[in-house]
């Protein structure tokens, strides 16, 4: 099994343009995230989806929009990158049976 | 006030020590996890806990549900151990991680 895939590890892009975060998981789980890590911060959630189908948004939506494509896919567009959105986003996926949690490797986007 | 309290926020330990990392949280939890994050890598699950105690080689965790405390310890610790460590609560009502800020350990030799 990969577990949990994210693609690009690395972007930079300028103010204005867009992009999309992909990931993908083999796990076979319900529950998919993402998250934004900043210094200081903390992990904070983006937006996270309970099932296919369905979207919700966490604590810092502002800015971002998401597909729960199906099962496996859960992506992360910004439609017009602010240097505010510098930062390293994580993707996880959870486990029904355990609450076990599997993050991805990261990507880390910079925004001039 | 955070729903997730970790201290301390900083740790250094010569090689060999015991240390105790803690974590106090706010709200009704059905899960917590410790997470470990070395520089510039990933986050890797560490213990999924929902009550008692669990072991995995140096690293013990453990839970009091009632005081809603959790505390990480690393028995003889070692230069690699040297990480953030994060606690996180899943919430008694949804699917979703609180995370803690993190505590950054360095252990030097």
């Known amino acids: 099994n990969a577990g949990v895939t994210q693609t690009p590890k690395f972007q930079v892009l300028k103010t204005g343009q867009s992009m999309t975060l992909q990931c993908a998981q083999d796990?076979?789980?319900?529950?998919m995230y993402w998250y934004r890590q900043d210094p200081g911060m903390g992990l904070r959630l983006i937006y996270y989806?309970?099932?296919?189908?369905?979207?919700d948004k966490g604590e810092v939506p502002n800015g971002y929009n998401v597909s729960r494509l199906n099962k496996r896919e859960f992506s992360l567009r910004l439609e017009s990158a602010a240097p505010s959105q510098t930062s390293v986003y994580f993707c996880?996926?959870?486990?029904?049976?355990?609450?076990?949690?599997?993050f991805g490797p990261g990507t880390r986007l910079t925004v001039t | 006030k955070n729903e997730v309290e970790q201290s301390p926020q900083n740790l250094t330990a010569q090689e060999g020590e015991f240390i105790t990392i803690n974590c106090s949280y706010s709200?009704?939890?059905?899960?917590l996890h410790w997470l470990q994050q070395h520089p510039g890598g990933g986050i890797v699950s560490l213990f999924m806990?929902?009550?008692g105690k669990k072991k995995h080689g140096r690293l013990i965790a453990t839970i009091n549900i009632q005081e809603k405390h959790s505390s990480l310890h690393i028995t003889a610790s070692h230069p690699r151990d040297s990480a953030v460590y994060i606690c996180?609560?899943?919430?008694?009502?949804?699917?979703?991680?609180?995370f803690g800020a993190g505590t950054i350990l360095r252990v030097k030799s």
């Open positions: 709200v009704g939890i059905s899960a």
């Open positions: 996180a609560v899943l919430s008694g009502y949804g699917n979703k991680l609180v």
């Open positions: 989806s309970a099932s296919e189908g369905t979207t």
């Open positions: 996880a996926s959870m486990g029904q049976a355990f609450y076990e949690q599997y």
């Open positions: 806990l929902s009550s």
């Open positions: 796990m076979n789980h319900n529950s």
